[in-house]
């Protein structure tokens, strides 16, 4: 099976711009959650989708936003960057919403905010 | 807040020697914790995982443990080889809540 794929891998912004970042998942995997890693911070959860609908969100500003279409591909917007939110984005998916499901994690987009 | 963390940013280990990665969480609530390993320009990869019901979990080379009592888990790795050199990540999760809250994690240099 192919892996979680994300696109784009890197992506260099201006303050004030919006951005979008895509997720397609494993085949056959129906949960995809989002999380940021920063220096310092270790990865932090974002949200979580499963069938379409928002399961979890973590403590970010209501500028970060997702979704996530019938074919389980998500996308995640942050509007009106900021410098601070210049970090590794990435993306997880697992076949259920059951305890103890493995996450696997796609590569990433980088990006950076000047 | 940090629930979860790795007070260690580094470790280097001799080829062959064992390998011990600390963490420390604080939420009483987590029932389930993992292990993930991340190279470069690549995303986390699940190594191991234990449950709250069990102290100990083997898998290979790799045994994690969890103490409860101290809020306290370790993964073991036993031989170190060169190849285990990454950034390994500590996570915990709760039921009813599913998202993983990681640590900062801990850089492992295995020198050969």
């Known amino acids: 099976k192919a892996g979680v794929t994300q696109t784009p891998r890197y992506l260099i912004k201006t303050r004030g711009q919006q951005v979008t970042l895509s997720c397609s998942p494993i085949s056959g995997h129906r949960s995809v959650s989002w999380y940021q890693q920063t220096p310092g911070q270790g990865l932090q959860f974002l949200f979580e989708?499963?069938?379409?609908?928002?399961?979890n969100k973590g403590n970010f500003p209501g500028r970060f936003s997702g979704r996530q279409f019938s074919n389980s591909r998500s996308e995640m917007n942050v509007s009106t960057l900021e410098l601070g939110d210049s970090a590794l984005y990435l993306c997880?998916?697992?076949?259920?919403?059951?305890?103890?499901?493995?996450?696997?994690f796609g590569p990433g987009t980088r990006l950076l905010v000047l | 807040d940090q629930q979860v963390k790795q007070n260690s940013p580094s470790l280097s280990v001799q080829e062959g020697r064992i390998s011990i990665l600390n963490c420390d969480y604080t939420?009483?609530?987590?029932?389930?914790f993992l292990w993930y390993k991340k190279y470069p320009a690549e995303g986390p990869t699940f190594l191991i995982s234990?449950?709250?019901?069990?102290d100990k979990n083997e898998d290979g080379r790799f045994t994690v443990f969890l103490n409860k009592s101290a809020k306290h888990l370790s993964l073991h790795i036993v031989p170190s080889q060169p190849g285990d050199s990454a950034v390994y990540f500590c996570?915990?999760?709760?039921?009813?809540?599913?998202?993983?809250?990681f640590g900062t994690g801990t850089r492992l240099t295995v020198i050969p």
């Open positions: 939420n009483s609530m987590f029932d389930y």
């Open positions: 997880a998916s697992r076949g259920g919403v059951q305890p103890g499901e493995t996450q696997y």
């Open positions: 989708y499963f069938s379409e609908t928002q399961r």
């Open positions: 234990i449950s709250s019901i069990k």
């Open positions: 996570a915990a999760s709760r039921t009813g809540a599913n998202n993983l809250f």
